[in-house]
């Protein structure tokens, strides 16, 4: 395996037989906007039979029905390309494509291209705003991968998956600049109700550095690390067992994984579009500018905190506050759960860290604990389904489906046990106890006196709780 140092000297490189591929990448991100598309090969990307153009506003059902369209008239030329049958009829539509394929195409290539008919949407617009957006970031991301040795040039993978945006979410599950999902975001990162570091940009980037030298190590080139880091290592491994060897190129025109798909086939070339052009965006999109880097103050929390607690106590916008804290989760503004202790909270420049000490020590007692707001859960029973449950606690199915990270609504099962938003607290009637509550934080998280669960359960003595006890509420 060759060390980062040597694969640095040339760390992307590109194939005489991908170049085709990438130049379609380059037209995707630079010349053709999210209201145009191509109607093109899927396996042969230089092959584009039309480019789209959708009216702005125009409705997601009418651009498909205009593609659906679309690949229907190509998808008959092309048959009828297959078929050899009355040649000297055919019109100039038939001729232009066949122009399209090297001349001596067979017939039965005509019949394959005609069922990998794909329409791809164009992506100009969207990443001329990335590359403005990518000035708040890219300064940090570089140093950040220098300081872990490796390439530079991987601070151009955002356009690719986020376009630069620390909000972005894929109908796939996939979070934030740097596109983790759940799953692996969790090897290098906090995900949970409280905290999703996902969504921050700079915690991202050093866990998006940390999964890209990792897959370097098991594949052994940048090339296959970046296609790892969307089909995944192992899935790159089988790929190199499958095809004999390392070489992205063959891998790409041959390995036919049942989970290698366009996406994964492409993210390689797709990159070294995305880098060329954030290397020379002149070249693409003329004299644009950078948005200036982000410049912050980090704090880290002593204890918890109400997010309102720290609002106050900083004299900050309540807006400006959140975009500088994306990983914090609804339950933190809700009041539901503190700002956890440890928390690196980010604040703006001009909070020096003796202003910072001083306001931090104004805050109120009453908007600070010792300990995190408790989870109020609810164990499913045979014949529970998750609207009933959500009926029962007065909130929507769609609340409940995303506090506990529910990807279908309807699969729940017996035992399982479930976190209730903290509306459900006002119609919650039984708590039970996790390790470390007192009776007192109970009380106070859930609205109701301790004086009240001590009658309600008869208890003989408030501090002897223990794990696992059922109080009642009501």
Do not use: C
Not at 97 to 108: E, F, M, V
């Amino acid at each position: 395996m060759p060390s980062m140092a040597v694969a640095n000297n040339n760390p992307f490189p590109l194939p005489a037989t991908l170049k085709a591929d990438v130049n379609f990448w380059t037209k995707v991100y630079s010349e053709v906007t999210t209201n145009e598309g191509f109607i093109h090969d899927k396996q042969h990307l230089n092959i584009i039979y039309t480019r789209l153009s959708f009216n702005p506003g125009t409705s997601r059902k009418a651009r498909q029905d205009s593609i659906d369209s679309k690949k229907a008239h190509y998808q008959k030329v092309l048959l009828e390309l297959a078929s050899h049958q009355h040649i000297r009829q055919r019109s100039y539509e038939h001729k232009r494509i066949k122009a399209l394929w090297p001349k001596g195409t067979t017939a039965k290539t005509f019949r394959d291209a005609a069922e990998n008919l794909r329409f791809q949407l164009g992506q100009a617009d969207r990443f001329k705003a990335g590359v403005i957006r990518s000035g708040r970031w890219q300064d940090f991301i570089k140093r950040e991968f220098k300081a872990m040795g490796i390439p530079l040039g991987l601070a151009s993978l955002p356009h690719v998956e986020s376009s630069f945006r620390p909000d972005a979410k894929s109908h796939a599950g996939a979070a934030g600049l740097w596109q983790f999902t759940r799953s692996t975001g969790r090897r290098f990162m906090r995900i949970d109700q409280v905290v999703d570091e996902r969504l921050d940009p700079y915690l991202a980037t050093h866990a998006a550095g940390l999964l890209l030298k990792d897959n370097f190590k098991k594949t052994g080139s940048w090339p296959l690390a970046l296609t790892a880091y969307n089909h995944g290592a192992r899935g790159v491994q089988r790929a190199v067992e499958a095809t004999g060897g390392p070489d992205i190129a063959k891998i790409v025109r041959e390995y036919k994984g049942r989970t290698f798909g366009f996406a994964s086939r492409n993210f390689y070339n797709a990159f070294v579009a995305a880098h060329e052009i954030d290397q020379n965006t002149a070249d693409y999109f003329g004299d644009i500018k950078r948005e200036s880097p982000v410049l912050l103050n980090e704090v880290t929390l002593p204890t918890y905190y109400t997010a309102q607690g720290l609002i106050q106590a900083f004299s900050l916008n309540n807006n400006i506050f959140k975009s500088l804290n994306p990983a914090l989760q609804s339950p933190v503004w809700a009041k539901n759960k503190y700002v956890p202790k440890g928390y690196s909270l980010r604040l703006p420049l001009n909070k020096q860290p003796k202003s910072v000490t001083r306001l931090m020590a104004s805050i109120p007692a009453s908007e600070q604990s010792t300990q995190q707001m408790p989870d109020v859960e609810y164990k499913v029973k045979s014949g529970d389904s998750l609207s009933a449950i959500a009926r029962k606690f007065n909130v929507s199915s769609r609340e409940l489906a995303v506090t506990n990270g529910l990807r279908s609504r309807h699969k729940i099962y017996i035992g399982q046990v479930l976190r209730l938003p903290i509306k459900a607290k006002k119609t919650l009637s039984v708590y039970r106890v996790k390790k470390g509550d007192v009776l007192s934080s109970i009380a106070r998280n859930l609205g109701v006196s301790q004086m009240e669960i001590v009658r309600l359960n008869r208890l003989r003595d408030k501090n002897q709780l223990y794990a696992g006890q059922k109080l009642r509420l009501k």
